[in-house]
């Protein structure tokens, strides 16, 4: 992955994260690696993500798509399809269980 630089806005080292990595990523790890801190910064990532997926519309002409891959429960595999904006749950409508696995993000972009 190409270093990033700390002169670029959060939101566009955000995207370059997104775009260079192997893996769809979670909010904690995003912010890790756009140098943000990883407790405090998470909350900050899904704001940022929320306004991403609007601009890449727009700056890429429709061509990358910002996709998230649903948070899961870990203890009855409830998943969370109905989410309105990118966000960790804090329990299970079904089961109550707080062990909730993250949402992934992943730009895919055309060529």
Same mark, same amino acid.
Request: aromatic share 4%.
């Given at each position: &992955?190409? @270093?990033?630089?700390?002169e670029d806005?959060?939101?566009k080292r955000i995207i370059r994260i997104l775009l260079e990595s192997k893996?769809?990523?979670?909010a904690r790890e995003i912010a890790e690696l756009a140098g943000i801190d990883p407790v405090t910064g998470e909350h900050e990532v899904y704001i940022h993500l929320k306004h991403i997926a609007k601009s890449l519309?727009? +700056?890429?002409g429709?061509? @990358?798509v910002l996709y &998230?891959?649903?948070?899961r429960c870990r203890n009855c595999g409830y998943v969370f399809t109905?989410?309105? +904006?990118?966000?960790?749950? +804090?329990?299970?409508?079904?089961c109550k269980s707080q062990r909730?696995?993250?949402?992934?993000?992943?730009i895919e972009a055309e060529d």
């Open positions: &992955m190409e @270093a990033l630089s700390l806005t959060i939101r893996t769809p990523l979670t519309r727009r +700056s890429h429709g061509r @990358a &998230m891959i649903p948070p109905d989410l309105d +904006s990118p966000k960790k749950p +804090s329990k299970c409508p079904m909730i696995e993250p949402p992934r993000f992943y």
